[in-house]
Nanobody, 116 residues
Framework: VQLQASGGGLVQPGGSLRLSCAAS????????MGWYRQAPGKQRELVAS????????YYADSVKGRFTISRNNANNTLYLQMSSAKPEDTAVYFC??????????WGQGTLVTVSS
């Protein structure tokens, strides 16, 4: 499966951005999916996840109340709505299965920069 993240860019502190992740195959729909991020010099971390059918969500404390994860299984797409962005949200954002990412599913990610 190929995962293509998009929607990144430059956003001002306090601003919003919507990320998308398109999966190449419909098998995407059976997995719990997550958004991960990796900031410069830091390890990759899981920031949010959503189960396949019920849509139960998980958020890291650092983004709780500011980010919203969602998915559309009909078109094999995962979303991350970022609001009240902070400079510490600057990172490359990836999507993959969660909580255990599949090594062969990593895509190139999309860069989010929060800066004035």
């Amino acid at each position: 499966v190929q995962l293509q993240a998009s929607g990144g860019g430059l956003v001002q502190p306090g601003g919003s951005l919507r990320l998308s992740c398109a999966a190449s195959e419909s098998i995407f729909s059976i997995y719990t999916m997550g958004w991960y991020r990796q900031a410069p010099g830091k390890q990759r971390e899981l920031v949010a996840s959503i189960t396949s059918v019920r849509g139960t969500t998980y958020y890291a404390d650092s983004v709780k109340g500011r980010f919203t994860i969602s998915r559309n299984n009909a078109n094999n797409t995962l979303y991350l709505q970022m609001s009240s962005a902070k400079p510490e949200d600057t990172a490359v954002y990836f999507c993959n299965t969660a909580p255990r990412p599949l090594a062969g599913w990593w895509g190139q990610g999309t860069l989010v920069t929060v800066s004035s």
